[in-house]
């Protein structure tokens, strides 16, 4: 089956050799989204809700580039760094999902791959 990497050209360059997604037949698997924003800047340093909307809207790119939308997400996994920023955390993903309710997986992790990070997102999506 035919492998297609995504990496949109509105998505931040990617600071190692990863794709933001492969596409494999109609599945398409993301890599973690954070809230770097197309020039790689991080955007809303200590600031869960903004982190969190950069962060959909970087999987949304990545989606678009792979001809789908939050519709197609079948799971969902979210990683925070405070069990206290859920609530907010969940209210933005809520406006990106809509009333679609994907498998969904959140971990309470100690660190992510910077410190300022407090979540990353990652999907698996397939096209109908």
Not at 31 to 51: F, H, K, P, W, Y
Not at 91 to 108: E, G, M, S
């Amino acid at each position: 089956m035919e492998r297609q990497i995504i990496i949109p050209s509105e998505s931040p360059r990617p600071v190692s050799y990863y794709s933001h997604g492969i596409r494999v037949g109609a599945v398409l698997y993301s890599a973690g989204q954070t809230s770097r924003n197309v020039d790689g800047e991080l955007v809303g340093i200590g600031n869960a809700a903004q982190q969190a909307k950069q962060a959909f809207h970087n999987l949304s790119l990545v989606l678009q580039e792979s001809g789908m939308g939050f519709q197609d997400v079948v799971r969902l996994n979210v990683f925070v760094r405070w069990r206290a920023d859920l609530p907010v955390i969940m209210k933005v993903k809520d406006q990106f999902f809509h009333n679609h309710r994907p498998a969904l997986t959140i971990a309470v992790v100690k660190s992510l791959a910077y410190r300022e990070y407090l979540l990353e997102v990652e999907a698996i999506a397939r096209a109908d």
